[in-house]
Protein backbone atom coordinates (compact mmCIF):
# COMPACT_ATOMS: atom_id res chain seq x y z
CA UNK A 1 0.00 0.00 0.00
CA UNK A 2 1.42 3.58 -0.99
CA UNK A 3 0.19 6.54 0.51
CA UNK A 4 0.42 9.93 -1.33
CA UNK A 5 0.33 13.18 0.30
CA UNK A 6 -0.04 16.06 -1.75
CA UNK A 7 0.70 19.78 -1.08
CA UNK A 8 1.79 23.06 -2.36
CA UNK A 9 -1.03 24.22 -3.93
CA UNK A 10 -2.86 27.53 -4.13
CA UNK A 11 -4.29 30.79 -6.00
CA UNK A 12 -1.84 32.52 -8.01
CA UNK A 13 -2.19 35.32 -10.98
CA UNK A 14 -1.81 34.50 -14.21
CA UNK A 15 2.24 34.18 -15.21
CA UNK A 16 2.84 33.37 -11.41
CA UNK A 17 4.35 29.77 -10.40
CA UNK A 18 3.46 27.46 -7.51
CA UNK A 19 5.40 23.98 -6.93
CA UNK A 20 3.76 21.27 -5.98
CA UNK A 21 4.85 18.43 -3.74
CA UNK A 22 3.36 14.87 -3.10
CA UNK A 23 4.97 12.89 -0.10
CA UNK A 24 4.99 9.55 -0.50
CA UNK A 25 5.21 6.83 2.42
CA UNK A 26 6.90 4.00 0.01
CA UNK A 27 10.11 4.16 -2.18
CA UNK A 28 8.97 6.15 -5.37
CA UNK A 29 12.16 4.74 -6.64
CA UNK A 30 11.09 1.45 -6.23
CA UNK A 31 7.44 2.01 -8.63
CA UNK A 32 7.15 2.06 -12.44
CA UNK A 33 5.73 5.76 -12.65
CA UNK A 34 5.27 9.02 -10.70
CA UNK A 35 2.76 10.93 -12.02
CA UNK A 36 0.45 14.28 -11.99
CA UNK A 37 -3.08 14.63 -12.87
CA UNK A 38 -5.56 17.31 -12.96
CA UNK A 39 -9.29 17.33 -13.12
CA UNK A 40 -11.57 20.78 -13.65
CA UNK A 41 -14.79 20.80 -13.17
CA UNK A 42 -16.77 19.15 -15.46
CA UNK A 43 -13.72 17.87 -17.22
CA UNK A 44 -12.15 15.08 -17.94
CA UNK A 45 -8.86 14.35 -16.21
CA UNK A 46 -5.38 14.95 -17.86
CA UNK A 47 -2.48 13.45 -17.52
CA UNK A 48 -0.02 16.42 -16.81
CA UNK A 49 3.22 15.04 -16.16
CA UNK A 50 5.02 11.60 -15.62
CA UNK A 51 8.37 10.09 -14.68
CA UNK A 52 9.97 6.83 -14.37
CA UNK A 53 12.13 7.26 -11.62
CA UNK A 54 14.47 4.32 -12.51
CA UNK A 55 15.27 6.16 -15.92
CA UNK A 56 14.44 9.79 -15.14
CA UNK A 57 12.83 9.88 -18.49
CA UNK A 58 9.70 12.61 -18.61
CA UNK A 59 6.61 12.79 -20.20
CA UNK A 60 4.01 15.97 -20.41
CA UNK A 61 1.32 17.37 -21.93
CA UNK A 62 1.09 19.23 -24.82
CA UNK A 63 -0.72 21.58 -23.12
CA UNK A 64 1.95 22.43 -20.11
CA UNK A 65 5.35 20.95 -22.15
CA UNK A 66 7.76 24.03 -21.81
CA UNK A 67 5.88 25.39 -18.90
CA UNK A 68 5.52 22.64 -16.20
CA UNK A 69 8.47 20.55 -14.70
CA UNK A 70 7.95 17.23 -12.76
CA UNK A 71 10.77 15.79 -10.81
CA UNK A 72 11.92 13.71 -8.20
CA UNK A 73 13.83 13.17 -5.12
CA UNK A 74 14.56 9.77 -3.95
CA UNK A 75 15.98 10.42 -0.55
CA UNK A 76 12.83 12.16 0.64
CA UNK A 77 10.38 9.73 -1.47
CA UNK A 78 9.21 13.14 -2.99
CA UNK A 79 7.67 14.00 -6.60
CA UNK A 80 7.19 17.53 -7.76
CA UNK A 81 5.81 19.66 -10.03
CA UNK A 82 7.38 23.09 -10.79
CA UNK A 83 4.51 24.95 -12.66
CA UNK A 84 5.36 28.33 -14.14
CA UNK A 85 3.91 30.81 -16.29
CA UNK A 86 0.49 29.61 -15.16
CA UNK A 87 -2.30 30.61 -16.95
CA UNK A 88 -6.65 30.48 -15.74
CA UNK A 89 -6.75 27.16 -17.80
CA UNK A 90 -4.81 24.98 -15.25
CA UNK A 91 -6.89 25.98 -12.70
CA UNK A 92 -8.29 22.27 -11.19
CA UNK A 93 -7.59 19.78 -9.11
CA UNK A 94 -3.88 18.26 -9.04
CA UNK A 95 -3.23 14.69 -7.78
CA UNK A 96 -0.32 13.19 -7.22
CA UNK A 97 -0.31 9.16 -8.39
CA UNK A 98 1.72 6.08 -8.45
CA UNK A 99 1.76 3.31 -11.03
CA UNK A 100 3.31 0.00 -9.50
CA UNK A 101 3.83 -2.13 -12.71
CA UNK A 102 3.03 -1.23 -16.53
CA UNK A 103 3.54 2.08 -18.85
CA UNK A 104 2.34 5.35 -17.57
CA UNK A 105 2.12 6.83 -20.89
CA UNK A 106 -0.59 6.35 -24.53
CA UNK A 107 1.00 8.08 -27.42
CA UNK A 108 3.90 9.35 -25.50
CA UNK A 109 2.04 11.17 -23.05
CA UNK A 110 0.97 10.53 -19.72
CA UNK A 111 -1.97 8.31 -19.59
CA UNK A 112 -4.13 9.61 -16.39
CA UNK A 113 -5.90 6.14 -16.30
CA UNK A 114 -3.61 3.47 -15.49
CA UNK A 115 -2.52 4.12 -11.88
CA UNK A 116 -2.23 2.04 -8.65
CA UNK A 117 -2.46 4.72 -5.89
CA UNK A 118 -3.81 8.21 -6.24
CA UNK A 119 -3.23 11.63 -3.46
CA UNK A 120 -5.97 13.12 -2.02
CA UNK A 121 -5.64 16.26 -4.24
CA UNK A 122 -4.43 19.93 -3.84
CA UNK A 123 -6.58 22.91 -5.44
CA UNK A 124 -4.90 25.03 -8.08
CA UNK A 125 -6.48 28.10 -8.94
CA UNK A 126 -5.42 30.78 -11.13
CA UNK A 127 -6.83 33.98 -11.48
Known amino acids: QVQLVESGGGSVQPGGSLRLSCASS????????MGWVRQAPGKEREGVAA????????YYADSVRGRFTISQDNSKNTLYLQMNSLKPEDTAMYYC?????????????????????WGQGTQVTVS
Open 97 to 117: AALLIGVCTRRNVPDPRVYNY
Open 26 to 33: GSIYDTMC
Open 51 to 58: ISPGSGRR
